[in-house]
């Protein structure tokens, strides 16, 4: 029996399954399979291909997230996130190194969509950070060396954080949003 210590915990565990489904459904729709996308709709991946996939989504989120930033400002918690992201496609590189594995190219903006607003913006990062936990929690998921499970788990807990962060700001934008009304 799973006893969970909060409410939002169940939620965020809910949240994973349910966009896991969604995303399974989207990619077969969809045959650009990049990132974290990518990964959840592949179900037979070896070491290579999950490295793979999972520096692809770090790509992404700096992408997006310097994207954002060009748009709407060096704001918070942008700027701290993006360099966030910078660290983990260095700790994804070394792998790459360990494992002998050449490191894929960076076609990340060529994969990003500008949210139309900062409002849509946070919702489109908690959507991408939702996505890499479950990339993540898959991966942990499956047999995998001991150097590669403790990056994949840390990558994985920065994304609960900063899924947290974004939630927090949206939060905080609607509320200005409501107060101007």
């Known amino acids: 029996m799973m006893v969970y210590r909060s409410k939002g915990t169940l939620i965020l ?10 995303i399974g459904m989207q990619a077969s729709a969809n045959s650009d399979a ?3 996308r990518g990964a959840l709709s592949d179900s037979n991946l070896d070491l290579f291909e999950m490295l793979t996939y999972a520096i692809q989504d770090e790509y992404l989120a700096k992408a997006e997230y310097e994207l954002i930033m060009e748009k709407y400002g060096s704001i918070r918690p942008f700027i701290n996130i993006v360099t966030s992201e910078e660290q983990h496609v260095q700790q994804l590189t070394r792998l790459f190194e360990t494992y002998g594995f050449e490191l894929p190219t960076d076609t ?9 607003d900062l409002k849509k913006a946070f919702k489109t990062c908690i959507q991408a950070e939702i996505d890499n936990i479950a990339m993540y929690a898959a991966f942990l998921g499956r047999e995998l060396p001991a150097d590669v499970r403790d990056v994949f788990s840390k990558l994985k807990n920065a994304s609960e954080n900063h899924l947290r962060a974004f939630q927090n700001n949206l939060s905080r934008y609607n509320e200005t949003e409501m107060e101007g009304k």
Request: glycine content about 4%.
């Open 13 to 22: 565990i809910m949240a994973i399954f349910f966009t896991v489904a969604l």
């Open 34 to 36: 990049y990132g974290a």
């Open 108 to 116: 990340a903006r060529d994969h990003v969509v500008l949210p139309t």
